[in-house]
């Protein structure tokens, strides 16, 4: 089965049908989720659902379709209300073909830190904006600002992850950059083992635009992070770029160690 983008769906728009949002708080016991999805998916047609824990309870969320016309919010809450396993619910329906998750007020990662959505091509576009500050000044601002990105991320990490992961978790990093959208990054044989070669397929950064010359904030994210879990300097250099011309981007990461990390 091939991969694609995980879909995020803060609010759902399809003129014409009539939709509900439905979110179910749940016992954190065994056999809980099972039993709210085996009562909802007899009255409803699910479209798009999370489920998630959150201290000592569970929490089901996703967007349907009633597969009745006369089935209504109060309806399916009643349904639910006599399940041992459902301790509250909130069902919400659709107005002007617009139905907003109203329950869920941002994101956040597994460990709960906040999350901001954006666009990516907004982003590419505000990207190349910074880059076309005349005389180099954009592309080192965009460095700088990776940097404090990753060292930021890369502090959270250490927080997470026990200290010293990195000579085990190298690939584990490279798979939450594309986890996270910033594009497909595999690690590439090393020819020199104080330096780690990543390849970055569909970089969001150069996804838009061409008055930037290299992929800054994520050369400058992979020093901020690297740094930080490694606990020294790094350098990092973009020898490929699709700024440049080339089909993919390329990164290198001197770390200054003969044996940086696993790949």
């Known amino acids: 089965m091939k991969g694609g983008r995980r879909r995020e769906l803060p609010y759902i728009f399809s003129p014409g049908r009539r939709l509900l949002h439905v979110v179910v708080e ?9 039993t709210v999805l085996n009562i909802l998916s007899a009255r409803l047609n699910l479209i798009e659902t999370v489920t998630y824990r959150t201290g000592d309870r569970a929490i089901f969320s996703g967007f349907a379709e009633p597969l009745e016309p006369d089935e209504t919010p109060d309806s399916i809450k009643k349904l639910l ?5 459902v301790t509250d619910c909130i069902v919400t329906s659709s107005t002007n073909g617009v139905l907003v998750d109203t329950f869920h007020r941002g994101l956040e990662t597994g460990n709960g830190e906040p999350l901001v959505m954006f666009r990516r091509h907004g982003i590419s576009r505000m990207f190349d904006q910074v880059a076309s500050i005349p005389g180099g000044g954009g592309e080192v ?3 700088n600002e990776g940097v404090a990105v990753g060292d930021s991320d890369g502090s959270e990490i250490l927080s997470t992850w026990k200290p010293g992961f990195m000579a085990d978790g190298f690939p584990t990093l490279l798979t939450l950059f594309s986890a996270f959208g910033w594009g497909s990054a595999t690690a590439m044989e090393r020819t020199d083992p104080r330096a780690v070669r990543i390849r970055m397929d569909d970089c969001f950064e150069c996804s838009t635009g061409r008055k930037a010359k290299s992929c800054a904030f994520v050369r400058g994210f992979l020093v901020g992070s690297a740094r930080t879990l490694l606990g020294r300097e790094v350098k990092c250099e973009e020898p490929v770029c699709r700024l440049r011309g080339d089909d993919h981007c390329e990164f290198l990461i001197d770390t200054g160690l003969s044996s940086p990390a696993s790949t």
């Open 141 to 143: 601002t965009l460095f």
């Open 81 to 85: 209300a006599v399940s041992p396993m």
């Open 26 to 34: 749940m016992k954190e016991i065994p056999r809980a989720y099972a």
